[in-house]
């Protein structure tokens, strides 16, 4: 018999003691003093860990998730309103396709140290949809690294087509045509960047779950018809953006869905394999090229509403 279970046997106040000891260790842990916490860093990050492990957040947790939800805002705006040409968008203007447009969702994200602003909104024929916007904008200046996302969409070997103007130092403008393959109901591209902005678990699923709920069936394959404007901000610090994302459907017109060629052929080299395809995504590149200075007149609050032009707006997936 060793000392230790002698001394167990024969010191009960002893071992009633140690007993507790490990008792209190155990709910120490497990439900940590906030004063305890701040005093010693170490000890709230050890308590974390175990909060986290039993799935339950810790105060400082809270409060940071608490923050961040309040400064993050999601609405859902009646989608019976109906919206054509121009529509204030973040203290600009943004020009809509042709058609009636009804607003899906808007998102508000200010966690970021400046606020960004997202609207989409939904074009239908029949209840099929014939076109998607995602609308993005700053109202307070960035960091220039946070734009990059942006700016990698358009230079991405994925895409059908892309352009820049020149860059002059201040300012920087891109677009781009890249194909969306619709699957169980959610966005998928080879284009990682603008993957990241089609999966976007802040504002894509609930847009896309109303989509459903109101009855709008979106095409297997869309092509986004991507515009991206980033200057330096004229405070000196940071830079503002717009995008404005606009996905085409090649569906045709008619009460079943047809889209041109085959599943594999709405890809960069897929697309020399079906001359529709390919009609189509040049229809949708040189109707672009000519939409985006309307963009960039909205940007700088310069459109003349009354001059508007309704062969301009009429995209490749309008079908009047």
């Given at each position: 018999?060793?000392?230790f ?14 007993i ?31 909060g ?27 989608m ?19 058609g ?24 239908s ?12 904008a ?22 059908f ?10 300012r ?76 085409v ?13 085959a ?14 395809v ?24 310069a ?10 707006a ?7």
């Open positions: 018999m060793s000392a279970t002698r001394l167990w046997r024969r010191a009960p106040l002893w071992r009633t003691t140690l507790l000891t490990g008792v209190c260790s155990t709910f120490a842990l497990l439900f940590p003093a906030p004063w305890l916490e701040r005093s010693l860093p170490l000890y709230q990050r050890g308590t974390d860990k175990i986290h492990m039993l799935g339950r957040e810790s105060a400082a947790q809270k409060a940071a998730d608490a923050d961040n939800q309040g400064r993050r805002m999601v609405s859902q705006p009646p019976d309103a109906q919206l054509e040409g121009v529509i204030p968008f973040a203290g600009r203007q943004l020009p809509l396709p042709a009636h447009w009804h607003p899906v969702l808007n998102y508000q994200d200010d966690v970021a140290h400046g606020e960004l602003l997202t609207s989409l909104y939904v074009r024929e029949r209840g099929m949809v014939t076109g998607f916007i995602i609308a993005q700053t109202t307070q200046s960035l960091p220039s690294s946070d734009t990059q996302m942006w700016q990698d969409m358009c230079h991405n070997t994925f895409n087509t892309a352009g820049d103007l020149p860059q002059d130092g201040n920087t403008e891109c677009w781009m045509t890249a194909p969306i393959k619709v699957v169980n109901n959610q966005f998928i591209t080879s284009n990682q960047a603008l993957q990241g902005l089609v999966s976007s678990p802040l504002f894509i699923p609930p847009a896309l779950q109303r989509l459903s709920m109101m009855g709008f069936a979106l095409p297997p394959v869309l092509v986004d018809a991507g515009w991206v404007h980033i200057e330096k901000s004229k405070s000196g610090n940071g830079v503002d953006f717009a995008s404005v994302h606009i996905f459907s090649p569906a045709q017109a008619g009460e079943h869905v047809t889209i041109p060629g599943p594999e052929d709405w890809s960069k080299p897929g697309m020399n394999n079906s001359p529709d390919a009609d189509f995504v040049q229809r949708t590149s040189s109707w672009l090229q000519h939409w985006t200075p309307e963009l960039r007149k909205g940007y700088t609050g459109l003349d509403t009354t001059a508007w032009s309704a062969i301009l009429a995209d490749p997936g309008f079908h009047g």
